[in-house]
């Protein structure tokens, strides 16, 4: 157990509707990830933070914007909800140089 | 840029069969090397690394690994499956002086009873 906390565990929204899913740490990590899985994709790389108010891109952060302004928080917006962003989303930290993930946060858009 | 390649998308095999799962990556420096493992409806669970050594990592539940530099490959291995090892596997990579993780598209496993 990583110690991480995502909220909320599911949500369906609508097209066009501002979405932000909570990831939530207790070990004081530094490095901190948000992921998206999609079937034939994997896991693809959203956005990362390297520490309080530093963050950067990942390989499919187009729609994405995250922000950092606690070591314990990590949140990941969506500004505007597209039917393409329906997805799984996983946080994750690092620790001694080996990636955890959180639980998962299932997301719809209709 | 750098990129992880899984090239078995499905596999099936009955109980007590061997397996195998190639995993390839495309970065020439130096790197750690991980499988992961997926239950359905759960998160990824680390099964083994490698960060350097031996290059025969054992991990969990019985998988091995074997990091071949020359061949830019980390293939998982399991001597005989169960049933309970359905699930989907994941390799990943991370250059040594960055924080980014890349992880493969998985292989999706299913052992038949």
């Known amino acids: 157990d990583a110690g991480i906390t995502q909220s909320p565990r599911h949500k369906v929204t609508e097209t066009g509707t501002p979405v932000t899913l909570r990831c939530h740490q207790t070990?004081?990590?530094?490095?901190m990830y948000w992921y998206r899985q999609d079937p034939g994709h994997g896991l693809r790389l959203i956005h990362y933070?390297?520490?309080?108010?530093?963050?950067d891109k990942g390989e499919v952060s187009d729609g994405y914007s995250v922000s950092r302004s606690k070591t314990e928080d990590f949140l990941l917006t969506l500004e505007s909800a597209t039917s393409s962003q329906t997805s799984v989303y996983f946080c994750a930290i690092s620790e001694l140089d080996t990636i955890y993930f959180g639980e998962g946060s299932w997301l719809t858009v209709v | 840029a750098q990129s992880v390649s899984q090239h078995n998308h499905h596999v099936i095999l009955s109980e007590a069969a061997s397996l195998e799962l190639g995993c390839n990556y495309s970065y020439g420096g130096t790197v750690n090397l991980f499988w992961y493992v997926q239950y359905p409806g759960q998160h990824l669970q680390l099964l083994l690394k490698y960060f350097s050594g031996d290059p025969l990592v054992k991990g969990i539940k019985g998988f091995e690994a074997e990091f071949i530099k020359s061949k830019f490959s980390f293939n998982l291995r399991k001597p005989s499956v169960q049933w309970s090892d359905t699930a989907e596997y994941f390799c990943a990579v991370r250059e040594k002086g960055t924080y980014k993780y890349i992880f493969g598209t998985g292989t999706r496993l299913k052992v038949l009873a």
């Open positions: 070990e004081n990590h530094r490095y």
């Open positions: 933070s390297y520490g309080v108010k530093d963050t």
